[in-house]
């Protein structure tokens, strides 16, 4: 059970007057210098969460226990990350929870790791995997941060390489080409999982819907999440002045096996392009026949 103090080691969420946001892991005998003054770590731990302290400026701030957001914002980044606002619709899709094995590839900086562990902890685990070993090193420093690290299974090398002991539940792709892994994937997960990708181009978005269809794929879906925020004044309520237009796209389905019918479980209304497109097709084939002489132009009787 989560303690009402803290302890040395846990995350802790400073926060500031000013708003500022600071991610410490209160360690005996170290300082923490900020706009602020000082903060000694000594006078966070054993603190009650949710109670100011003071810093030795002479400001006060507030101890609290960090979201999943603050852990996410607050870690150091070495590639594009995975925003909160993404995470929380790819968990959503991935349909992980606390049990579930999910698939990884590539770590990156390990923010959406965060997430997952976080969706996936106490019973899962999160296999990720990471061919870069910079990019690797600093995920791990990064998860430890987060206190998350033990829901973790990280892996040094390409995904082609990855060996799981039982398959996983679900698979989150953030990598610049997933439509290349998508059949390693199928062979790493439960038949009718999910496999999700982000994706920041919509180009990438329709070469990874045309290879799921190929694979053979149900339920798929693309998807784009805008937050708006306001501005909490209760006799003035309205947005800010400015929000994050563009982050990626979400891109998920479930890997099925279609047999003859690629399309078969897929939306009506690709369905409906497709016969569509078939009696393009046929009326395209007609007309260069008829042109051939190959066959009558339809309706028309020939004259006595
Ligand atoms: C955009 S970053 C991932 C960021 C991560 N989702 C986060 O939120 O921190 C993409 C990463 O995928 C890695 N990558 C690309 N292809 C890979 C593959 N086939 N196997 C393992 N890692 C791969 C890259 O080295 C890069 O670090």
Redesign the pocket.
Known sequence: MASDLVRAGDPTLVFTEHEKRFLLVPQPGRRFHCHIGIIEHNDLIGKAWGTEGMAHGGESYLVLRPALEDLMLHLKRA????YPKDAALLVQRLGIRSGSVVLE????????TTALAWAVAPHGRVVT????EA?YQQAQRNLERTGLVRWVDARLG???ECVLDQPADAALL???EPWR?LGIVRSLVQPGSVVAAFLPTTNQVSQQVRSLEETGCADLKVEEVLVRRYKPVPDRLRPEDQMTAHTGYVVSGRLVDTGHEPLRWLSRERRRYASRQEATLRYRQRKAEQASGEVRPRGRRPLP
């Open positions: 590639t594009q990350v995975i590839a590539g770590t990156g900086s390990g923010v959406m995997c990471e061919q870069n990019m390409y995904l082609a953030d990598m610049r892994v």
